[in-house]
Nanobody, 124 residues
Protein backbone atom coordinates (compact mmCIF):
# COMPACT_ATOMS: atom_id res chain seq x y z
CA UNK A 1 0.00 0.00 0.00
CA UNK A 2 1.17 3.53 -0.75
CA UNK A 3 0.53 6.24 1.82
CA UNK A 4 0.51 9.96 1.10
CA UNK A 5 0.44 12.30 4.08
CA UNK A 6 -0.39 15.99 3.93
CA UNK A 7 -1.54 18.91 6.03
CA UNK A 8 1.57 19.87 7.95
CA UNK A 9 2.72 23.43 8.39
CA UNK A 10 3.92 26.19 10.67
CA UNK A 11 1.46 27.20 13.39
CA UNK A 12 1.50 29.08 16.67
CA UNK A 13 1.02 27.50 20.10
CA UNK A 14 -2.66 26.89 20.75
CA UNK A 15 -3.53 26.57 17.07
CA UNK A 16 -5.09 23.59 15.35
CA UNK A 17 -4.05 21.55 12.35
CA UNK A 18 -5.50 18.54 10.56
CA UNK A 19 -3.31 15.96 8.91
CA UNK A 20 -4.57 13.62 6.22
CA UNK A 21 -3.16 10.39 4.90
CA UNK A 22 -4.57 8.78 1.77
CA UNK A 23 -3.86 5.16 0.94
CA UNK A 24 -3.81 3.34 -2.36
CA UNK A 25 -2.88 -0.12 -3.59
CA UNK A 26 -4.67 -2.28 -1.03
CA UNK A 27 -8.07 -2.47 0.58
CA UNK A 28 -7.84 0.36 3.08
CA UNK A 29 -10.35 -1.11 5.49
CA UNK A 30 -8.08 -4.15 5.94
CA UNK A 31 -5.41 -2.06 7.65
CA UNK A 32 -5.02 -0.73 11.13
CA UNK A 33 -3.81 2.84 10.74
CA UNK A 34 -1.67 4.99 12.98
CA UNK A 35 0.21 8.24 13.22
CA UNK A 36 3.74 8.43 14.54
CA UNK A 37 6.04 11.41 14.89
CA UNK A 38 9.73 12.04 15.06
CA UNK A 39 11.09 15.23 16.54
CA UNK A 40 14.59 16.61 16.01
CA UNK A 41 17.10 14.25 17.60
CA UNK A 42 14.38 11.96 18.89
CA UNK A 43 13.19 8.47 18.12
CA UNK A 44 9.98 7.88 16.23
CA UNK A 45 7.08 7.66 18.66
CA UNK A 46 3.46 6.56 18.56
CA UNK A 47 0.86 9.33 18.50
CA UNK A 48 -2.49 7.72 17.74
CA UNK A 49 -3.96 4.61 16.17
CA UNK A 50 -7.33 3.46 14.90
CA UNK A 51 -8.76 0.03 14.27
CA UNK A 52 -9.93 -1.23 10.91
CA UNK A 53 -13.55 -0.40 11.65
CA UNK A 54 -12.74 2.91 13.31
CA UNK A 55 -14.48 1.94 16.53
CA UNK A 56 -11.30 1.58 18.59
CA UNK A 57 -8.69 4.27 19.03
CA UNK A 58 -5.56 4.65 21.12
CA UNK A 59 -3.48 7.69 21.97
CA UNK A 60 -0.15 8.53 23.48
CA UNK A 61 -0.56 10.13 26.89
CA UNK A 62 1.07 13.31 25.62
CA UNK A 63 -1.73 13.96 23.11
CA UNK A 64 -4.81 12.59 24.87
CA UNK A 65 -7.58 15.16 24.95
CA UNK A 66 -5.94 17.29 22.26
CA UNK A 67 -5.61 15.01 19.21
CA UNK A 68 -8.28 12.94 17.51
CA UNK A 69 -7.70 10.21 14.97
CA UNK A 70 -10.44 9.21 12.55
CA UNK A 71 -10.81 7.40 9.27
CA UNK A 72 -13.07 7.39 6.26
CA UNK A 73 -12.85 3.98 4.63
CA UNK A 74 -14.88 5.16 1.65
CA UNK A 75 -12.19 7.78 0.94
CA UNK A 76 -9.22 5.57 1.91
CA UNK A 77 -8.12 8.33 4.26
CA UNK A 78 -7.09 8.60 7.89
CA UNK A 79 -7.03 11.95 9.68
CA UNK A 80 -5.32 13.42 12.69
CA UNK A 81 -7.03 16.47 14.14
CA UNK A 82 -4.56 18.29 16.36
CA UNK A 83 -5.82 20.98 18.72
CA UNK A 84 -4.10 23.09 21.35
CA UNK A 85 -0.76 22.51 19.72
CA UNK A 86 2.38 22.96 21.76
CA UNK A 87 6.01 23.54 20.76
CA UNK A 88 6.72 19.97 21.94
CA UNK A 89 4.44 18.72 19.16
CA UNK A 90 6.96 19.94 16.60
CA UNK A 91 7.99 16.91 14.54
CA UNK A 92 7.71 15.09 11.26
CA UNK A 93 4.44 13.17 11.33
CA UNK A 94 4.15 9.81 9.59
CA UNK A 95 1.12 7.72 8.86
CA UNK A 96 1.52 3.96 9.01
CA UNK A 97 -0.49 0.91 8.02
CA UNK A 98 -0.62 -2.48 9.66
CA UNK A 99 -2.02 -5.30 7.54
CA UNK A 100 -1.68 -8.12 10.05
CA UNK A 101 -2.26 -8.51 13.75
CA UNK A 102 -5.32 -8.00 15.85
CA UNK A 103 -5.55 -4.28 16.50
CA UNK A 104 -3.80 -1.02 17.23
CA UNK A 105 -0.20 -1.28 18.37
CA UNK A 106 2.06 1.46 19.68
CA UNK A 107 5.13 -0.30 18.32
CA UNK A 108 6.88 1.00 15.21
CA UNK A 109 7.83 -2.57 14.32
CA UNK A 110 4.21 -3.68 13.97
CA UNK A 111 3.54 -1.43 10.98
CA UNK A 112 4.63 -2.56 7.53
CA UNK A 113 3.89 0.48 5.38
CA UNK A 114 4.83 4.09 5.97
CA UNK A 115 4.06 7.42 4.36
CA UNK A 116 6.71 10.01 3.57
CA UNK A 117 6.06 12.30 6.52
CA UNK A 118 4.65 15.79 6.82
CA UNK A 119 6.35 18.43 8.92
CA UNK A 120 4.57 20.20 11.77
CA UNK A 121 6.24 23.16 13.43
CA UNK A 122 4.69 24.86 16.43
CA UNK A 123 6.40 28.12 17.24
CA UNK A 124 5.57 31.66 18.22
Amino acid sequence: VQLQASGGGLVQPGDSLRLSCTASGRTFSSDVMAWFRQGPGKEREFVAGISRSGYTTDYADSVKGRFTISRDNAKNTVYLQMNSLKPDDTADYFCAARSGGVGVSQSVARYDNWGQGTQVTVSS
